[in-house]
C-alpha cells in the first residue's frame, strides 16, 4: 500500500479515532491511484491543488475549544493523463466508486455527483489541454462513522467553461447567490465550486472566492462584501500574528457556503511558496482547538513516514451565533519518491 494511505491510517491512530483502517486505505488509493507525482509526463505541474504539484493535502479542524475527531484529505485522479478529458473520464469513475463508502452511498447519489461535474464540464473533449485540473475529491473519516467515510466532496473550476454557476444553480438552487460579489468585480472572483455529501445524506453547497494577490484593497474589499465576518476573521489573524499592514501581501480565499442550515462564511489564508506558517497554526490552534495535539500529529507523522511537511493553509468559520467557530489547518506531506 502506498505511503498517502499509511500516512492516513497513522494519523488517525495518533488521534484515536477508532476507525477501521481499511476504508481509509481503500478510498485513499481509489481516489489518487497511487500517483503523486508533481509533474505530469508532459513536464507540466500535475495539480493545482498544492504548490508543489503533488495531488494530495490533509487537513485537520475543530473550533470553540475542541478538536474535531476527525482526519480529512483532499486529492485528485488522473494527474498523469495529459487530455482534460481524459482527467474527467478518470475522476467521474473513481467518484462514482467512492460513494460506496457513505453510509448512504448509492446510485442515486453516484448520478448527482457526476450530474454536477457534467453541470461543469459538458463538453470535456472541448476544453483546451493545458486547463490541468478538473476535479478535486475531498474525504472525511470521523470517529463517528468508524467503517464508513464521514463525508464526500467533489470540487470544481467554474470559469473553465462559461456559464457553469448558473447551470448549476438552475439543478442546485442553495448555490444561488453564494458568490455574492458583482460580475464586474476584478479583485475577488469565483474560483471553485462544491457539493457534499455527509454521512446522513445531506448535501453541504460550496462556493470559493480567490482574492487578487498583492493588491492594497483587498482586506477593504473583503469587508465591503462579506461584512464583520470577514472583519472578525482578518482581525484574529492579526492578533495571532499576521502583519496588518501586510494583509494584502497573503493569498486568500472565502468560502460562502451553505447547508442544512443557514449561510457559512469561512476566510482561508494561503501559505506563500516560502513562507512558514508554524507559529500562526500554533496560535490559532491553542485558541481556537484548546490544544496543539491535532497540528502537532501532522508534522510528526510526516516525520515519522519520512516525509517533509509543510502547512499550506489556515481556515476561519464564522457563525453569526457563535462568531469565529471553526479552525481549519492544511498541509502537505511530501515523499522524496513520490
Request: hydrophobic share 45%; glycine share 8%.
Given at each position: 500500500?502506498?505511503?498517502?494511505?499509511?500516512?492516513?491510517?497513522?494519523?488517525?491512530?495518533?488521534?484515536?479515532?477508532?476507525?477501521?483502517?481499511?476504508?481509509?486505505?481503500?478510498?485513499?488509493?481509489?481516489?489518487?491511484?497511487?500517483?503523486?507525482?508533481?509533474?505530469?509526463?508532459?513536464?507540466?505541474?500535475?495539480?493545482?491543488?498544492?504548490?508543489?504539484?503533488?495531488?494530495?493535502?490533509?487537513?485537520?479542524?475543530?473550533?470553540?475549544?475542541?478538536?474535531?475527531?476527525?482526519?480529512?484529505?483532499?486529492?485528485?485522479?488522473?494527474?498523469?493523463?495529459?487530455?482534460?478529458?481524459?482527467?474527467?473520464?478518470?475522476?467521474?469513475?473513481?467518484?462514482?466508486?467512492?460513494?460506496?463508502?457513505?453510509?448512504?452511498?448509492?446510485?442515486?447519489?453516484?448520478?448527482?455527483?457526476?450530474?454536477?461535474?457534467?453541470?461543469?464540464?459538458?463538453?470535456?473533449?472541448?476544453?483546451?489541454?493545458?486547463?490541468?485540473?478538473?476535479?478535486?475529491?475531498?474525504?472525511?473519516?470521523?470517529?463517528?462513522?468508524?467503517n464508513h467515510a464521514d463525508r464526500l466532496k467533489v470540487y470544481g473550476g467554474?470559469?473553465?467553461?462559461?456559464?457553469?454557476?448558473?447551470?448549476?444553480?438552475?439543478?442546485?438552487?442553495?448555490?444561488?447567490?453564494?458568490?455574492?460579489?458583482?460580475?464586474?468585480?476584478?479583485?475577488?472572483?469565483?474560483?471553485?465550486?462544491?457539493?457534499?455529501?455527509?454521512?446522513?445524506?445531506?448535501?453541504?453547497?460550496?462556493?470559493?472566492?480567490?482574492?487578487?494577490?498583492?493588491?492594497?484593497?483587498?482586506?477593504?474589499?473583503?469587508?465591503?462584501?462579506?461584512?464583520?465576518?470577514?472583519?472578525?476573521?482578518?482581525?484574529?489573524?492579526?492578533?495571532?500574528?499576521?502583519?496588518?499592514?501586510?494583509?494584502?501581501?497573503?493569498?486568500?480565499?472565502?468560502?460562502?457556503?451553505?447547508?442544512?442550515?443557514?449561510?457559512?462564511?469561512?476566510?482561508?489564508?494561503?501559505?506563500?511558496?516560502?513562507?512558514?506558517?508554524?507559529?500562526?497554526?500554533?496560535?490559532?490552534?491553542?485558541?481556537?482547538?484548546?490544544?496543539t495535539d491535532a497540528v502537532d500529529a501532522l508534522a510528526r507523522e510526516a516525520?515519522?513516514?519520512?516525509?517533509?511537511?509543510?502547512?499550506?493553509?489556515?481556515?476561519?468559520?464564522?457563525?453569526?451565533?457563535?462568531?469565529?467557530?471553526?479552525?481549519?489547518?492544511?498541509?502537505?506531506?511530501?515523499?522524496?519518491?513520490?
Amino acid at each position: 500500500m502506498g505511503v498517502a494511505e499509511e500516512f492516513l491510517v497513522n494519523l488517525a491512530e495518533r488521534l484515536a479515532l477508532g476507525c477501521d483502517p481499511a476504508p481509509i486505505r481503500a478510498m485513499m488509493e481509489r481516489a489518487c491511484g497511487g500517483q503523486l507525482a508533481a509533474l505530469a509526463p508532459d513536464g507540466l505541474q500535475a495539480s493545482t491543488l498544492t504548490v508543489s504539484g503533488i495531488p494530495f493535502e490533509v487537513s485537520v479542524s475543530g473550533g470553540r475549544g475542541q478538536l474535531t475527531p476527525a482526519i480529512r484529505y483532499a486529492t485528485e485522479t488522473a494527474t498523469q493523463e495529459t487530455a482534460f478529458s481524459s482527467r474527467v473520464a478518470g475522476q467521474i469513475a473513481a467518484i462514482r466508486d467512492l460513494v460506496a463508502w457513505l453510509p448512504n452511498g448509492d446510485e442515486a447519489v453516484a448520478d448527482m455527483l457526476q450530474s454536477f461535474v457534467a453541470k461543469l464540464y459538458p463538453d470535456p473533449a472541448n476544453v483546451r489541454t493545458l486547463q490541468r485540473s478538473a476535479t478535486w475529491i475531498g474525504v472525511v473519516h470521523h470517529a463517528a462513522t468508524p467503517n464508513h467515510a464521514d463525508r464526500l466532496k467533489v470540487y470544481g473550476g467554474p470559469a473553465v467553461v462559461p456559464g457553469a454557476l448558473d447551470r448549476i444553480s438552475n439543478e442546485w438552487p442553495e448555490f444561488a447567490g453564494l458568490a455574492s460579489v458583482p460580475d464586474h468585480e476584478e479583485l475577488i472572483k469565483p474560483e471553485i465550486v462544491a457539493l457534499e455529501v455527509d454521512a446522513r445524506g445531506d448535501l453541504n453547497h460550496k462556493v470559493y472566492l480567490k482574492a487578487k494577490y498583492n493588491d492594497v484593497a483587498v482586506p477593504m474589499k473583503l469587508v465591503r462584501y462579506f461584512g464583520d465576518p470577514a472583519w472578525e476573521v482578518l482581525s484574529e489573524l492579526v492578533r495571532c500574528g499576521v502583519d496588518a499592514e501586510k494583509l494584502h501581501q497573503h493569498h486568500f480565499f472565502v468560502c460562502c457556503a451553505r447547508g442544512a442550515g443557514g449561510p457559512v462564511f469561512g476566510l482561508t489564508m494561503m501559505a506563500k511558496r516560502r513562507q512558514d506558517l508554524t507559529g500562526l497554526v500554533y496560535e490559532l490552534a491553542s485558541r481556537h482547538h484548546g490544544t496543539t495535539d491535532a497540528v502537532d500529529a501532522l508534522a510528526r507523522e510526516a516525520e515519522s513516514s519520512g516525509a517533509t511537511w509543510r502547512y499550506a493553509a489556515v481556515g476561519l468559520g464564522f457563525s453569526a451565533e457563535h462568531g469565529i467557530d471553526k479552525l481549519n489547518v492544511y498541509g502537505t506531506p511530501t515523499w522524496s519518491a513520490a
